[in-house]
């Protein structure tokens, strides 16, 4: 069965820094990824995905992330980061095709807070 | 689109009760899912559904928890009895067919057992 891992559980900054958060995933097939975000007190919204093509994905408010084959990792990213973003950061990765293919698999979060 | 609704959106109950909660998903989506939030263990599958059967209920502990889906627009997901490490967020989701579709999840419900 796959796995996700976000290296950190708490991550806290000041505004106008930069963001990235890790992401790694133990699976040895073809997979899809996504990172979703959530808002205090809110539900799971998708930031962005990866299908296949261009390793690198441009999501909603500026966020990016890179997938990179070889180092299993889904790294998300933003140049920038505001008040707003202060929320929780999911990664998630689901095989592509074959049994479980519709599950996906989440890691634990990061919870990220900006610091006005 | 409404999106994916449940209710009640916070329950609160007493240890050996009978919690249900409710999905509606996205009108279409063939796949809905049945996730508990915690501190401790993050996101967790408890079930999930494709065309009203289930495919999956590994996640779910069966001596107390059931999971329905009647027809295509509706799903319950039913603790009895209800204790206090149940208490937690529960989000359904659901999705259109391919895999490589990402899940839209509801508002959850916060469940506490006193």
Redesign the interface.
């Known amino acids: 069965a796959q796995s996700v891992s976000q290296h950190n559980h708490h991550v806290i900054l000041s505004e106008a820094a930069s963001l990235e958060l890790g992401c790694n995933y133990s699976y040895g097939g073809t997979v899809n990824l996504f990172w979703y975000v959530q808002y205090p007190g809110q539900h799971l919204q998708l930031l962005l995905k990866y299908f296949s093509g261009d390793p690198l994905v441009k999501g909603i408010k500026g966020f990016e992330a890179e997938f990179i084959k070889s180092k299993f990792s889904f790294n998300l990213r933003k140049p920038s980061v505001q008040w707003s973003d202060t929320a929780e950061y999911f990664c998630a990765v689901n095989r592509s095709s074959g049994a479980g293919s519709y599950q996906l698999t989440f890691g634990k979060g990061t919870k990220l807070s900006v610091i006005p | 689109d409404a999106g994916v609704i449940q209710s009640p959106r916070h329950e609160v109950t007493e240890m050996g009760q009978e919690v249900t909660l409710r999905c509606k998903p996205i009108s279409g989506h063939d ?1 809905l ?1 049945w996730y508990r939030q915690t501190m401790m263990q ?2 967790e ?1 408890l079930v ?1 559904f ?1 065309n009203k059967a289930v ?2 209920d590994s996640g779910m502990p069966k001596d107390r928890f059931s999971a329905k889906m009647p027809n295509a627009s509706f799903s319950t997901l039913k603790i009895q009895p209800s204790e206090p490490r149940d208490s937690a967020v529960y ?1 359904c ?1 659901s ?1 259109p067919g391919p ?2 579709a ?7 419900t916060r469940l506490t057992v006193t």
């Open positions: 796949y899912f993050g996101l599958l999930y494709n495919m999956d989000f989701a999705r895999a490589a990402e899940q839209y999840f509801g508002p959850g």
